[in-house]
């Protein structure tokens, strides 16, 4: 079984800054696409941002320019660098990976609990 444990979450004042962070641990053969989503109060979930084992990253419009996204696999680790946060940016961050539990075995999404990042105006 695979966990994935988010941290870093907290109220921050808008135009302040903070970094969430995410360890995949348990039975991990290799993490491959790791990742964040964010559902926003009384919306659907919607991908914020994700970066490939190479490096590559992708990023949701609402966040280009203010949220950069990085990861360490040795640590099977990924993180967020949240700048300039807008009211609008609330919303529960959600942590998940595209895991292959051993070898042979087709990798599967994972998530988080989410951790809550509310910005206040």
């Known amino acids: 079984q695979v966990q994935l444990v988010e941290s870093g979450g907290g109220l921050v004042q808008a135009g302040g800054s903070l970094r969430l962070s995410c360890a995949a641990s348990?039975?991990?053969?290799?993490?491959?696409?790791m990742g964040w989503y964010r559902q926003a109060p009384g919306k659907q979930s919607e991908l914020v941002a994700d970066?490939?084992?190479?490096?590559?990253?992708n990023y949701a419009d609402f966040v280009k320019g203010r949220f950069t996204i990085s990861r360490e696999n040795a640590k099977n680790m990924v993180y967020l660098q949240m700048n300039s946060l807008k009211p609008e940016h609330t919303g529960v961050f959600y942590c998940?990976?595209?895991?292959?539990?051993?070898?042979?075995?087709?990798?599967?999404?994972?998530w988080g609990t989410g951790t809550l990042v509310p910005v206040s105006s």
């Open positions: 970066i490939f084992r190479n490096g590559s990253t």
């Open positions: 998940y990976s595209l895991t292959a539990a051993s070898w042979g075995v087709p990798a599967l999404d994972y």
């Open positions: 348990g039975s991990i053969f290799s993490v491959n696409t």
